[in-house]
């Protein structure tokens, strides 16, 4: 009879430990996931932000300011879920701010700044933020449009909107460094870069005749090329040309190429 219960109480014990044991790793997991999933929304808000603050520089509309505000605003009320004390009460504090921001700006006149008066920074390391601030803004708008979060309309609009600030980047910097190449006699290298300037600008025209920046920047590129000709024909035959450089940071930027 002792036998019995003692194997009774160790089969009891097992079961206990066995038991506690479940117990715990679903503790570890779900702690984990927490983790994880605060972790996410973490690098949402982070992201978002980052791309909020060059906003201004890439002129976007408040549509676009709205919908990074209304992404950071769900993120902030994901990460309370998950958060304890002094981070809690720092999103908290944060979450009304940005509450208060949003019903601001939904109750003023949308802001639509013209695509027109863009100008491209002359700074190198600006243009290159600008161009990766671009791509994610565009990233986000096609994910928050496919959350059923953007309306289809204003959807279409900015990301036409981003698509030509994008054109006139590219085309204002192949322009610009072939000016640039000109000037160091590299003409080769000038000489293709323009060349690459007017076959992309020549695409856009196509689409768009009648965008006046489209318009500009073909007789500027014209008439640099016209310029370039007439450099390297007067520097002689004897001029040696530079090998073709390898795609700067911008090129790649824009890998693989679009059409338009």
Not at 51 to 62: F, G, I, K
Not at 83 to 88: A, I, P
Not at 219 to 235: H, N, R, T, V
Request: aromatic share 4%; net charge positive; hydrophobic share 40%.
């Amino acid at each position: 009879m002792s036998l019995i219960l003692i194997l009774l109480l160790i089969g009891a014990l097992l079961l206990l430990i066995i038991g506690f044991s479940i117990i715990q790793q679903q503790k570890e997991r779900a702690e984990a996931e927490r983790r994880l999933e605060a972790s996410r929304q973490r690098a949402i808000i982070d992201e978002t932000e980052a791309v909020l603050a060059n906003t201004a520089m890439a002129s976007c509309s408040s549509h676009i300011t709205l919908i990074l505000y209304k992404r950071i605003q769900e993120a902030l009320e994901q990460s309370i879920s998950y958060s304890s004390g002094q981070v809690l009460n720092d999103y908290q504090r944060r979450l009304g701010d940005l509450k208060a921001q949003v019903s601001n700006m939904m109750g003023a006149p949308a802001q639509v700044p013209s695509v027109e008066n863009f100008r491209l920074p002359d700074n190198d390391r600006q243009v290159l933020e600008l161009v990766k601030t671009l791509k994610k803004l565009k990233a986000i708008l096609r994910a928050e449009h496919n959350k059923g979060k953007v309306d289809s309309v204003i959807f279409s609009s900015e990301e036409s909107r981003i698509d030509s600030l994008q054109q006139r980047i590219n085309v204002e910097s192949m322009i610009s460094r072939a000016r640039a190449a000109c000037y160091m006699k590299q003409y080769g290298s000038s000489k293709q870069m323009v060349t690459k300037a007017l076959s992309t600008l020549h695409l856009i025209k196509a689409q768009t005749p009648n965008d006046p920046f489209i318009t500009r920047k073909v007789d500027e590129a014209k008439q640099l090329l016209d310029e370039i000709m007439g450099a390297q024909k007067s520097s002689g035959p004897n001029v040696s040309q530079p090998k073709k450089n390898d795609e700067d940071d911008l090129d790649m930027l824009f890998q693989p190429k679009k059409k338009w």
